[in-house]
């Protein structure tokens, strides 16, 4: 039955965990195996942290509350996806009869929630943002949690700004230096040596990301606009 409907459902053991989720959860959370889910906190899943990047207590939650308390009960609260992008959702909580499991129902809504306001004036922009990864990816120590310390602000602050621009920070840096690999092989430079000034510690992620973007292997790219010049 769980598995038939849209909505994101998922069972909650006795201990907190996610002992079923239905395709839709998986979806939902960006997550591509449901199954991934089974075992899992069900709490940190959601939301191990407030929108400020600090800890999100399993005891001040009111979905854990319920469960704790074998109530129904709904409200709305920020779920984040598996790749940090944050969105709100509307839930309802209900026991499973003669079981001490609750089904978890969630409706997302995907409009970004506001920055808190105690933060807002001290938040980077996205121009900003990228800004700084067009000027500094070519380091290979840029990463999502570099470009969060050096704007003194959390990882998970850093992903809510940028998925307001549809966007995260990992892809973002991959992007360019994606782009700037391909403009590389395009001039002559041999692939590991593109890899490198492009920003990529291992060639082995170079090559993977570059197929995954482009269809092909950097080495093949590279023979191929090679013998068209």
């Known amino acids: 039955m769980v598995d038939t409907v849209w909505q994101p459902l998922w069972v909650i053991g006795a201990d907190g965990a996610i002992e079923y989720a239905n395709e839709a959860a998986g979806r939902a959370l960006g997550i591509s195996d449901h199954a991934d889910l089974h075992g899992r906190s069900s709490h940190d899943t959601l939301h191990a942290f407030h ?13 854990v509350q319920a469960a704790r308390g074998h109530r129904k009960a709904s409200g709305t609260e920020t779920f984040a996806t598996a790749a940090g992008h944050r969105f709100t959702a509307q839930w309802r909580i209900s026991a499973l009869p003669g079981h001490q499991l609750r089904l978890l129902a ?7 929630p506001p920055m808190p ?21 070519r380091d290979p120590d840029l990463t999502p949690r570099r470009l969060a310390h050096d704007n003194h602000i959390s990882l998970r602050t850093l992903q809510a700004i940028l998925a307001r621009a549809h966007a995260s920070p990992a892809a973002l840096i991959r992007r360019h230096r994606l782009d700037h690999a391909r403009d590389l092989l395009r001039s002559g430079v041999p692939p ?29 790219y590279a023979r191929q606009v090679g013998s068209g010049r």
């Open 117 to 137: 306001s105690s933060e807002a004036g001290a938040l980077p922009s996205v121009a900003v943002l990228r800004e700084q990864v067009a000027r500094s990816f």
């Open 51 to 63: 929108l400020n990047g600090t800890p999100y207590p399993a005891e001040e939650c009111p979905i």
């Open 106 to 112: 969630f409706h997302p809504q995907r409009s970004a």
């Open 192 to 220: 590991r040596a593109a890899a490198v000034e492009a920003g990529f510690s291992e060639p082995d992620t170079f090559t993977r990301a570059f197929r995954r973007e482009f269809g092909v292997t950097p080495a093949t």
